[in-house]
């Protein structure tokens, strides 16, 4: 079965890669994910914050002064990033040497100048695409949306007049006129998108008086989001779709490609069940379009998008009254 496709303007035999995590961190773990098949290797983000500590560190200043006590008590402090600026650079260096599939280098900045100057330096250090990791919480209630939506257009601006390595996007859902904003990525140079980022929420210790961070797992219930966006964009927008967050199974990578996804990231799946489970969704999503008398896996992608409906708002507004008119006869019996 040919499961090839295109993304980043990289022809891939198939549409499944790891996502960013700190899988990558492992050299040897890293040559498992390409001998389980991996098409692309996508290595978790440097954060410009980790860029900012290393300088202060190295000119003595303390980055995490105690000058508010209530502050501090409630914000995390410095987490113990495994990977610096320095050993992140040597890491992309030795991945692109250890392994014959493209490498996307990711990086999740705050300032024009952070996003700037790291983005030349992992093109220079044989990055083959970038991922710009864009995650921002935005809390200001004086910050209009348009505002919050022009800092992900600045920071693409910045970066695609800087690099000339392919550059893909990675989105939160959390925006007003979310294809507008895809469309002017579109606009701006991005090779591509990809849906979406996962906003780690944090508990309360009532007792203690402190944040919890708390990481959790994605399961399948998560793709649903990103199978409606990408329907929504497949056909609308130039730049290649990637799915992230959600896909556990080789029929959730099916669904992801029919709905209008070039690539499949995995993340979650890949910690509980180790880099061989690639293998077993790459097999099962072959079976599944031989069974079914596909001839390839394009023939499938964007087969289930909105492309060729006339009218998408109204066909979400009619979807989501079947499902209420479903639930209460369900509810009635």
């Not at 198939?14 to 991996?38: I, K, N, Q, T």
């Not at 508990?203 to 919890?212: H, M, N, S």
């Not at 929504?232 to 556990?248: C, F, Y």
């Amino acid at each position: 079965m040919n499961l090839s496709t295109i993304y980043l303007g990289f022809s891939l035999p198939h549409p499944l890669m790891p996502g960013a995590s700190p899988l990558v961190d492992d050299l040897d773990m890293v040559r498992r994910l390409e001998d389980a098949g991996a098409a692309a290797i996508v290595m978790h983000s440097l954060f410009e914050e980790q860029i900012t500590a290393e300088e202060r560190a190295a000119i003595g200043v303390d980055a995490h002064g105690e000058s508010f006590a209530e502050a501090t008590s409630y914000l995390p402090g410095a987490p113990p990033f495994a990977l610096g600026p320095d050993r992140y650079l040597e890491q992309l260096r030795r991945i692109r040497e250890a392994v014959a599939v493209p490498v996307i280098a990711s990086l999740n900045g705050v300032t024009a100048s952070g996003w700037l100057e790291y983005a030349r330096l992992l093109e220079q250090a044989g990055a083959h695409a970038l991922e710009l990791n864009v995650y921002h919480v935005a809390t200001d209630p004086a910050e209009p949306a348009a505002a919050v939506e022009s800092r992900v257009l600045d920071v693409l601006g910045v970066v695609r007049a800087a690099v000339r390595v392919p550059l893909a996007v990675k989105l939160s859902p959390f925006y007003s006129a979310f294809a507008h904003l895809a469309q002017r990525l579109d606009q701006l140079g991005a090779d591509g998108l990809v849906l979406f980022n996962r906003f780690y929420q944090p508990d309360i210790d009532p007792d203690a008086l402190e944040v919890v961070p708390a990481l959790h797992l994605s399961d399948s219930t998560e793709l649903l989001l990103r199978l409606r966006w990408l329907a929504i964009l497949h056909g609308r927008v130039r730049p290649a779709l990637a799915a992230s967050g959600g896909v556990h199974t080789g029929l959730d990578a099916l669904k992801a490609v029919m709905a209008g996804a070039h690539a499949v990231q995995l993340v979650s799946a890949l910690l509980r069940h180790g880099p061989e489970h690639l293998a077993l969704m790459r097999a099962d999503l072959a079976r599944w379009l031989e069974e079914h008398e596909y001839d390839s896996l394009a023939q499938a992608q964007g087969s289930m998008s909105l492309l060729r409906c006339p009218d998408p708002a109204a066909f979400e507004r009619a979807n989501y009254l079947h499902v209420l008119q479903s639930w209460r006869r369900q509810d009635a019996q």
